[in-house]
């Protein structure tokens, strides 16, 4: 990777599903067109709920990007000149992401990337995790409630109306068919050891 001369940074933007993730990534992206800056989108290809070539929210904003394997397919996009990359979806992305990332910030290069904290069991994300550890900045949402009306930090999947077991894999993607937001107090796992 070649050396760049601004100064390159981490920037994870975490909380539960429903708080607005893809969207502040998005946001702080479209503002990067006023100041001429370079920038590059990434997201997991398994995560295809609203489209195959956009970053999209649940809001429906959208940015084009492009849909990546693992982590090191980032690197074939990278190239002098760019200025930012923008990763959503992160926790879905291998471990190799964690040095891919600080690799870039060390070489200038701005690194935005926007995730899951926790799984359904209220655990970090390996990648969310490490990410958080390194990051720079750190933005922190939550959402409402749905049966509370308070923060909501977790997310809590829903299997057939009712809360998933604690051996339901880990990696679903889905919306608000599989998906609630909750608060610590009204998170639910069924038959946790």
């Not at 490490?130 to 923060?151: Q, S, Y």
Request: charged share 30%; aromatic share 8%; proline share 6%.
């Amino acid at each position: 990777m070649e050396y760049y001369k601004d100064p390159g940074w981490i920037e994870i933007i975490t909380g539960p599903m429903f708080a607005g993730k893809s969207e502040e990534l998005i946001r702080r992206l479209r503002r990067l067109d006023y100041a001429h800056k370079k920038y590059l989108v990434f997201k997991p290809d398994i995560d295809n709920r609203y489209s195959e070539v956009d970053v999209e929210s649940h809001l429906h904003n959208k940015i084009k990007c492009i849909p990546i394997k693992d982590s090191s397919s980032i690197r074939q996009y990278l190239a002098p000149g760019v200025d930012v990359v923008g990763i959503d979806e992160v926790q879905f992305l291998d471990e190799g992401v964690i040095a891919l990332c600080d690799e870039m910030a060390d070489h200038g290069i701005r690194v935005i990337v926007a995730g899951l904290e926790t799984d359904l069991r209220g655990e970090p994300f390996p990648v969310s995790a490490a990410l958080l550890a390194k990051a720079e900045f750190v933005t922190k949402l939550t959402a409402v409630c749905v049966r509370c009306g308070a923060p909501a930090t977790m997310t809590q999947r829903i299997v057939n109306g009712v809360p998933a077991s604690y051996d339901d894999p880990v990696v679903k993607v889905g919306a608000s068919e599989a998906y609630e937001p909750r608060c610590r107090h009204c998170h639910e796992i069924k038959n946790k050891h």
